[in-house]
């Protein structure tokens, strides 16, 4: 099981030399990776949604406005990766996206915490240039700039995969 290194795993994938036991360690990994997100993202979010409905309502229509353009990303993401696997005539598509989600969902945690790292650092030295609107913005745009990365690094990995297979001799171990 390759958690951090996409080449090995795209060459496996290619190769369809991935076990049904390997299928399910990357599912059960991918999974427990949402219930983090997720876990992470409502407990944060839930603080923040309760300070700002107290304290500023117009916020309300920029969490509305980035989650309906994080949905239209997830859509057309899953939808242009899935064209990439050869569409309708592709095959073991949802099997090379869970097991590609490990690696790239690494990847992405150190893009968000570079640019949320920051971000903070960005507030913290000039903390009178941020308004609490520029800041609710700049925290959307980092979130949506990982999702992007996220499908981007999925469809190129896809791409590899239905290129010309390798021989099984090149698989790295």
Not at 111 to 131: A, C, D, E, R
Request: charged fraction near 15%; charge should be neutral.
């Amino acid at each position: 099981m390759h958690l951090i290194r996409l080449k090995p795993l795209v060459k496996q994938l290619s190769l369809g030399t991935c076990s049904e036991k390997d299928n399910w360690k990357y599912f059960v990994a991918y999974q427990f990776l949402i219930l983090l997100a997720l876990l992470s993202s409502n407990f944060y979010s839930t603080l923040d949604l309760i300070e700002f409905a107290i304290q500023k309502a117009p916020f309300q229509e920029l969490f509305q406005l980035g989650a309906l353009i994080k949905c239209i990303i997830y859509f057309l993401g899953y939808w242009v990766c899935f064209e990439l696997n050869f569409g309708k005539n592709g095959t073991r598509f949802l099997e090379r996206v869970v097991c590609l989600s490990i690696p790239v969902c690494f990847r992405v945690l150190v893009l968000y915490l570079l640019l949320s790292g920051m971000k903070q650092v960005t507030w913290i030295y000039n903390p009178w240039s941020f308004s609490d609107q520029v800041f609710v913005v700049a925290d959307m745009i980092v979130d949506l700039v990982c999702d992007l990365y996220y499908f981007v690094s999925i469809g190129i990995c896809l791409i590899e995969i239905r290129s010309e297979p390798v021989a099984l001799n090149q698989i790295d171990k």
